[in-house]
């Protein structure tokens, strides 16, 4: 069963303008949340993490908010830029996990016009 | 960050066919990781590979399927066997990060096509 969810396959956003990227989880006995940014062709790169303890993080443009007892999570990116342009996905991992395994959401395509 | 190399970067193999990927990194770790992508889903990861012992398969994975060599503490190889058009995905092999173990480096991935 999916247990990292979003909802939203696609997202389009004017340049200068905020990206939403939302995220839905159903174990609550995840720790630690990543957001990972991909381009065509390439492998997932890293972008922002958050552990549970906390319920933002901030890096330059980029901000992660988690609300745990909505179990969500959000990356917001202000503001948005065409080179933003890639597919996002949301990923969670929790001491529980065998190993180090990592969660991962479908993935969001976000599009950032000119 | 760990620079990590797979080979091949992509693939069309036919069913009942057998195809290895491999993957290296930069630097030496410990842990290797092995995930699938199958069309429209999520990463899902099949093993962890770990240098010196037996891969750690996931759920739903089976080392028949899916054997995975780890010989050394920069390379290691996915087997993907017996091919059927369900295998048709992207896999990628990852490492954990420095300085946080859990932020994952991943690799180009295999485009993998079985017809």
């Known amino acids: 069963d999916q247990q990292v969810k979003q909802n939203s396959p696609s997202l389009s956003v004017q340049e200068g303008r905020i990206s939403i990227l939302n995220c839905d989880y159903t174990?609550?006995?995840?720790?630690?949340f990543l957001w990972y940014k991909k381009y065509p062709a390439e492998g997932p790169t890293f972008l922002i993490s958050?552990?549970?303890?906390?319920d933002k993080n901030e890096d330059g443009r980029f901000t992660v908010f988690l609300n745990k007892s909505a179990k969500h999570l959000s990356l917001h990116i202000v503001p948005s830029q065409p080179g933003d342009s890639a597919v996002y996905f949301c990923?969670?991992?929790?001491?529980?996990?065998?190993?180090?395994?990592?969660?991962f959401g479908k993935g969001t395509s976000l599009l950032v016009t000119p | 960050s760990a620079v990590i190399s797979q080979k091949p970067s992509r693939d069309i193999c036919q069913r009942g066919t057998s195809l290895t990927i491999q993957c290296q990194v930069d630097?030496?770790?410990?842990?290797m990781f092995w995930y699938r992508q199958q069309p429209g889903q999520s990463l899902t990861l099949i093993a962890t590979?770990?240098?010196?012992?037996?891969?750690?398969?996931e759920s739903g994975f089976v080392i028949d399927k899916f054997p995975i060599s780890r010989p050394n503490l920069t390379f290691s190889t996915l087997t993907v066997s017996n091919m059927s058009p369900e295998d048709s995905s992207i896999y990628l092999c990852?490492?954990?990060?420095?300085?946080?173990?859990?932020?994952?480096?991943f690799g180009p991935g295999t485009r993998l096509t079985v017809l």
């Open positions: 990852s490492v954990p990060g420095t300085p946080s173990i859990h932020e994952q480096f």
């Open positions: 174990n609550s006995m995840f720790d630690y």
């Open positions: 958050i552990s549970s303890i906390k």
């Open positions: 990923a969670a991992r929790s001491d529980s996990n065998s190993g180090y395994a990592l969660n």
């Open positions: 630097s030496q770790v410990t842990m």
């Open positions: 590979a770990n240098q010196g012992s037996e891969a750690t398969y």
